[in-house]
């Protein structure tokens, strides 16, 4: 038996599944869970990824889109019963009920023609005989009144003429392969639901509701199934309203949470200033931008460890973007992936309409301004969104200079890692003109979670800088218990356990202690910028005159790892201050 088994064949492997436009399909993007959707056309200013073949695929449920490579996409039929079993939630489940009532409007559509067609059919076959009828009784009352009719033979005279049937025919001609007008509405359709939906039409524009327009039932996730709901299937794509939550809070800040969408599949629609396009699932494709309205141009300034995250999900998400970083080679992987270069800030800023930059401290966010920099393709119109993290002071200085220039300005630091970048899922503060917030919905919307408005310039720096203040404090805090526990004989790993099972709980404590025991400090968040966010928060404390000994107290202790050249690594190298 063993013999025959190492005789035996291999498994043959699967055999290629042919997709193409109009299919149905389950796509997996990234890390999150296969979503149900449909190959559609992009919209034509949209590029096509270099590299493996993928298809561009409008998911069911969030509305969103993204080009997904083949071997990430499966049939939806085939597949459908396998999905359902291991996706219980019910986000999901709302998207296959999507499909589901997408399926069945489709098949409602097809039964209707078919139905109509029958219809007309009955109606010419009885109108056909209806007058066979008055003709035959016409022509019994003329012989019945003495006036014999010529009547016409079935079979060709001596003379050869034709039969009615065929002297017809000839005697209406029409061109090849354009069917007669009472024919037109005879035909009918073809029954197959892909086929139908090959040949739908595009979906036209309409101008989105006012902002101020309340969310039907307040439901946040009611746009993520206008699909489902509507007679005519339609995504209204709105400038905060789509797939977004607005809280008012007592502070007067607003918290704008991204319903999820980015955490289901990580695909968002690029960004409109006036409206976005609107797409009916029966065609596959999404129709032209009326003339003067255009998808913004987004220009990213700063590739670092969160730029290149960022970077990376707007192209994913099907934005048009252009790029600048001071060491030109790390531009190369995004060109590959579809990203535009800027020589210059100068020239990103004059060639887009929205400008992003994220770079180290406030020192580079002011030199990015300078020769050649952001001033020079400043005018009118333009807008600039700072991300570093800075102090209040500096992007107070830069918000009055882009605006003196007639540009318009927004703050947006992150919170968050690397890893958080890659994923999508950071945190926005955001502050400023609040009409480029809301212009920016979408690209927040690809890079991040949540985004929240805090109001004039300055405060998001002031409130980053407080949660960047928390966390260092607490990392600190982290590294000091593990060695003392080290110290004092305890298990380090033991630690974490407990850790673990408490209320500290959290992605973040796991990751850091993780990195500790193992040795591993590659960088997810620098050390020195950590130390450079906790020194401007003590001054940010010092300005109001509000003691900050805790936050002191763990600067000192990053300030001793930059010292023994820990500045590059992970901010959990702190630990290496403590054990040298």
């Known amino acids: 038996m063993a013999a025959a088994a190492a005789t035996a064949p291999a498994a043959a492997p699967p055999a290629p599944v042919n997709l193409r436009l109009g299919d149905l399909v389950w796509g997996k993007l990234g890390r999150y869970p296969p979503w149900p959707g449909k190959i559609v056309n992009p919209p034509k200013d949209l590029k096509k990824p270099r590299g493996k073949k993928c298809f561009f695929v409008k998911f069911f449920g969030t509305e969103d889109h993204a080009w997904i490579k083949v071997e990430q996409l499966k049939p939806y039929h085939a597949h459908k019963e396998e999905m359902i079993k291991i996706n219980k939630g019910k986000r999901f489940q709302q998207a296959v009920d999507a499909v589901e009532e997408f399926l069945k409007k489709a098949k409602g559509k097809d039964q209707a023609s078919h139905s109509s067609a029958e219809e007309k059919n009955r109606r010419n076959s009885s109108e056909e005989r209806g007058k066979a009828a008055a003709g035959e009784e016409k022509r019994k009352a003329g012989l019945a009144d003495g006036k014999p009719k010529k009547r016409v033979s079935s079979v060709s005279s001596e003379r050869g003429s034709k039969s009615p049937l065929k002297r017809t025919y000839e005697q209406s001609p029409r061109k090849r392969g354009r069917p007669p007008k009472d024919e037109k509405d005879l035909?009918?359709?073809?029954?197959?639901?892909?086929?139908?939906?090959?040949?739908?039409?595009?979906?036209?524009?309409?101008?989105?509701?006012?902002?101020?327009?309340?969310?039907?039932?307040?439901?946040?996730?009611?746009?993520?199934?206008?699909?489902?709901?509507?007679?005519?299937?339609?995504?209204?794509?709105?400038?905060?309203?789509?797939?977004?939550?607005?809280?008012?809070?007592?502070?007067?800040?607003?918290?704008?949470?991204?319903?999820?969408?980015?955490?289901?599949?990580?695909?968002?629609?690029?960004?409109?200033?006036?409206?976005?396009?609107?797409?009916?699932?029966?065609?596959?494709?999404?129709?032209?931008?009326?003339?003067?309205?255009?998808?913004?141009?987004?220009?990213?300034?700063?590739?670092?460890?969160?730029?290149?995250?960022?970077?990376?999900?707007?192209?994913?998400?099907?934005?048009?973007?252009?790029?600048?970083?001071?060491?030109?080679?790390?531009?190369?992987?995004?060109?590959?992936?579809?990203?535009?270069?800027?020589?210059?800030?100068?020239?990103?800023?004059?060639?887009?309409?929205?400008?992003?930059?994220?770079?180290?401290?406030?020192?580079?966010?002011?030199?990015?301004?300078?020769?050649?920099?952001?001033?020079?393709?400043?005018?009118?119109?333009?807008?600039?969104?700072?991300?570093?993290?800075?102090?209040?002071?500096?992007?107070?200085?830069?918000?009055?200079?882009?605006?003196?220039?007639?540009?318009?300005?927004?703050?947006?630091?992150?919170?968050?890692?690397?890893?958080?970048?890659?994923?999508?899922?950071?945190?926005?503060l955001a502050a400023g003109d609040r009409g480029l917030y809301e212009?920016?919905?979408?690209?927040?919307?690809?890079?991040?979670?949540?985004?929240?408005?805090?109001?004039?310039?300055?405060?998001?720096?002031?409130?980053?800088?407080?949660?960047?203040?928390?966390?260092?404090?607490?990392?600190?805090?982290?590294?000091?218990?593990?060695?003392?526990?080290?110290?004092?004989?305890?298990?380090?790993?033991?630690?974490?356990?407990?850790?673990?099972?408490?209320?500290?709980?959290?992605?973040?404590?796991?990751?850091?202690?993780?990195?500790?025991?193992?040795?591993?400090?590659?960088?997810?968040?620098?050390?020195?910028?950590?130390?450079?966010?906790?020194?401007l928060a003590i001054a940010l404390g010092d300005s109001v005159n509000h003691p900050t000994p805790m936050a002191a107290a763990a600067n000192e202790v990053y300030k001793r790892a930059k010292a023994l050249d820990q500045s590059d690594n992970d901010m959990s190298a702190v630990y290496r201050a403590y054990i040298h």
Not at 308 to 319: A, D, E, P, Q
């Open 439 to 535: 212009d920016c919905s979408s690209c927040f919307q690809a890079m991040g979670k949540t985004s929240f408005f805090l109001g004039e310039v300055g405060n998001a720096a002031k409130m980053m800088l407080i949660v960047n203040m928390v966390q260092g404090s607490f990392m600190a805090t982290i590294a000091e218990g593990l060695t003392l526990a080290q110290v004092t004989g305890q298990s380090q790993q033991t630690l974490l356990d407990i850790l673990n099972q408490g209320q500290l709980a959290s992605i973040f404590l796991d990751q850091k202690c993780q990195n500790i025991l193992q040795g591993n400090f590659k960088p997810d968040f620098y050390l020195k910028y950590i130390q450079k966010d906790l020194r």
């Open 187 to 428: 035909t009918i359709p073809e029954s197959s639901t892909v086929k139908r939906m090959m040949t739908g039409t595009v979906a036209g524009f309409k101008w989105p509701p006012s902002v101020s327009e309340p969310v039907k039932d307040g439901d946040p996730h009611f746009h993520h199934f206008l699909l489902s709901q509507t007679e005519k299937p339609a995504v209204c794509y709105q400038a905060i309203s789509k797939k977004l939550k607005v809280c008012e809070e007592e502070t007067g800040s607003t918290s704008i949470q991204a319903a999820d969408s980015t955490a289901i599949n990580g695909s968002i629609t690029p960004t409109d200033k006036k409206l976005d396009k609107e797409f009916d699932p029966l065609a596959e494709t999404f129709p032209d931008p009326q003339p003067g309205v255009a998808t913004n141009r987004i220009g990213f300034l700063g590739l670092g460890l969160m730029g290149s995250g960022i970077v990376s999900n707007l192209l994913k998400m099907g934005h048009t973007v252009t790029v600048w970083n001071r060491t030109a080679e790390k531009c190369d992987l995004f060109i590959q992936e579809g990203a535009r270069l800027g020589r210059t800030p100068a020239e990103v800023v004059s060639t887009c309409d929205i400008t992003f930059a994220c770079v180290s401290d406030p020192k580079a966010a002011k030199d990015v301004l300078g020769p050649s920099g952001v001033l020079q393709g400043i005018r009118p119109g333009k807008c600039y969104v700072d991300m570093s993290t800075v102090d209040a002071d500096t992007v107070t200085e830069l918000a009055q200079v882009i605006v003196s220039r007639g540009g318009r300005f927004l703050e947006a630091p992150v919170s968050g890692n690397q890893q958080l970048s890659n994923d999508g899922m950071l945190v926005i």
